[in-house]
């Protein structure tokens, strides 16, 4: 199932178990190395410049990493061994910014509608960006008699705070790779219990992705723009790497 391991796959799966128990131990000691490393929304008063490159090496669970780590050691060997360890490190980087630039654009997005609608009624926003600033430790009142105000205000104050995390964004850049380089090849892939050719397995992926985006469902805490966004990098690395390549011969 597992083919053997190249370089850079392998010090890209040791350098996220590295992180994620460092993490777990980190936590434990009451240094909060999710608030430092995460990915925050770039408006958040908890965002820093390098979250852009750490997030990717941050998981939430054991399942997460799991699955993401065995996900790369599918594919990413194989990938590595026909672009090469410089072109492969670029495709699984680009593809985990193209991850957090297109969530966040998003983000972005629902955030604007937010502020736009406390503005209108009167709300300052500048209280919740207050509050939600990890270092203040004051009470955190919402003053307001409507009941959709106290609602938004909510929801934002849940936007600034909640980190992104995982290296999704990247895993997914490498399976689009893959399934662009390798369309006819046979995979197996989460619920699907049986083989589907990767030309018709990552378009179902997207669109799915697409969709659960878009409905936006309580309690859906994945970053499913995120998958989105690396796809599409990982398929663009791809076409412009074939397109070089073959100018080059």
């Not at 992180?19 to 190395?33: C, D, G, Q, S, W």
């Not at 399934?179 to 992926?205: C, E, G």
């Amino acid at each position: 199932m597992f083919p053997q391991l190249t370089p850079v796959t392998k010090n890209i799966i040791i350098l996220n178990v590295v992180v994620f128990i460092a993490t777990f131990l980190l936590e434990n000691y009451n240094i909060n190395a999710t608030g430092l490393l995460a990915g925050y929304f770039p408006l958040s008063p908890n965002f820093h410049s390098w979250q852009i490159i750490t997030h990717m090496f941050m998981h939430g669970s054991i399942l997460h990493i799991a699955f993401n780590m065995m996900t790369l050691w599918s594919f990413g060997p194989v990938l590595e061994q026909v672009l090469g360890e410089k072109k492969f490190l670029i495709l699984y980087f680009a593809s985990g910014l193209g991850g957090f630039a297109l969530y966040n654009l998003w983000n972005y997005y629902e955030v604007s509608q937010i502020t736009n609608f406390l503005t209108s009624q009167g709300f300052d926003i500048h209280e919740i960006y207050k509050y939600a600033d990890f270092s203040y430790s004051g009470e955190r009142p919402i003053n307001s008699n409507n009941p959709e105000v106290i609602d938004q205000a909510k929801k934002l104050f849940g936007m600034l705070t909640t980190p992104m995390v995982g290296a999704s964004g990247a895993i997914f850049g490498v399976i689009a790779a893959f399934s662009t380089l390798f369309p006819d090849a046979k995979l197996m892939f989460l619920f699907i219990p049986f083989p589907i050719k990767a030309k018709y397995l990552t378009p179902i992926i997207i669109v799915v992705s697409l969709f659960l985006g878009f409905r936006q469902s309580d309690g859906d805490n994945i970053a499913h723009f995120a998958h989105l966004g690396g796809a599409l990098i990982g398929f663009l690395y791809i076409l412009s790497w074939k397109k070089n390549r073959d100018r080059i011969q």
